[in-house]
């Protein structure tokens, strides 16, 4: 199921993940120091968006610097209730990513929302219409976040 | 702690967010799209990778198409003394891509470090578990490794409005 990938590929997925320059033409840039031309890395990038290797190219933001309001939570949720759980939290737009994980506390989300009361709005509209208490666990201080995997 | 963006610095979130324009001139791009001069876009989104508003410019990859197939959250009950310690020293191995402190809720959750750790099976997993493991020593008074099973909803973080002055 892995997709194909060439060398060149790789070169291009490694050195993408390590930046990208704010300038007039910066794919030529970029191109030059992997020995490709303007055009082949343009059609590089699209080709492995197209593919589904690449998710995103272009900035990431931080959306804590963005004046909204985030948290990681958590549901404790047996499997019979788990799709009635999961359908409430998809019509939830705050509900960013959910993960179903191998856990007692199973669904594990993320919140976001304009303001800082918006998160205990949601939470307490989540345990009202789930009917389970939402384990809340904001972030304190982050060490860092940044993934960089060798392709 | 930066405060909110102006209705400009918006603008342009809400024109890149997905994603930059795959032309030779992508700011130029952008520029068009916002009714704004390149340079002043171009220079406001360097004020913004200054500030950390933008991380980064770049790719992301999906893990699953690399060959990462396995997704480990490994949380930490490490002493609250040394936690920013140790937490700063997680981050920099290659394997963690986040790592933050987090608040215990007592009597359930035990656990104020987190550090996602992805590798191309579970074994690779624990055994970069190990590492941490090994690092925090006797700081570690217990931890687990959580594996997901399901992706069930992956909208990402997007603003919706082009602004709010």
């Known amino acids: ?151 | 702690m930066t405060g909110s963006l102006d209705a400009i610095d918006r603008s342009i979130v809400v024109a890149t967010q997905g994603g930059l324009p795959l032309t030779p001139r992508p700011y130029h791009a952008i520029a068009e799209r916002v009714g704004l001069p390149a340079d002043e876009v171009m220079e406001r989104i360097k004020r913004m990778l200054a500030s950390g508003v933008i991380r980064r410019i770049g790719a992301v990859p999906n893990h699953y198409a690399l060959g990462y197939r396995a997704n480990g959250m490994s949380v930490w009950d490490v002493s609250d003394e040394r936690v920013d310690e140790l937490g700063v020293r997680i981050g920099t191995l290659d394997f963690v891509s986040h790592c933050y402190r987090r608040p215990r809720r007592l009597p359930g959750w035990r656990y104020n470090l987190f550090a996602m750790v992805h590798g191309k099976s579970r074994d690779e997993v624990q055994r970069k578990v190990a590492e941490i493991a090994a690092l925090l020593g006797d700081a570690n008074r217990g931890h687990e490794v959580i594996y997901s099973t399901r992706i069930l909803k992956k909208t990402g973080l997007r603003l919706t409005k082009p602004s709010r002055v």
């Not at chain 1, 070169?11 to 992997?34: W, Y």
Request: charged letters at 25%; one cysteine or more; aromatic letters at 8%.
């Open chain 1, 1 to 151: 199921m892995q997709p194909e990938m060439d060398d060149l590929d790789r070169a291009v997925i490694n050195r993408l993940q390590a930046g990208f320059p704010v300038c007039d033409r910066p794919f030529a840039s970029v191109a030059e120091g992997i020995g490709l031309s303007e055009d082949e890395l343009i059609a590089r990038v699209a080709g492995l968006l197209e593919r589904g290797i690449l998710t995103r190219f272009g900035p990431l933001y931080n959306a804590d610097r963005m004046g909204g309001a985030f948290t990681l939570a958590a549901l404790s949720v047996a499997a019979p209730d788990v799709n009635r759980v999961t359908a409430i939290l998809d019509a939830l737009p705050e509900v960013a990513h959910n993960y179903e994980r191998e856990h007692p506390w199973n669904l594990w989300f993320v919140l976001a929302t304009d303001s800082p009361d918006g998160i205990g709005k949601t939470i307490a509209r989540i345990e009202a219409e789930t009917g389970h208490p939402v384990l809340n666990l904001p972030k304190e201080r982050e060490y860092f976040v940044e993934l960089k995997l060798g392709a």
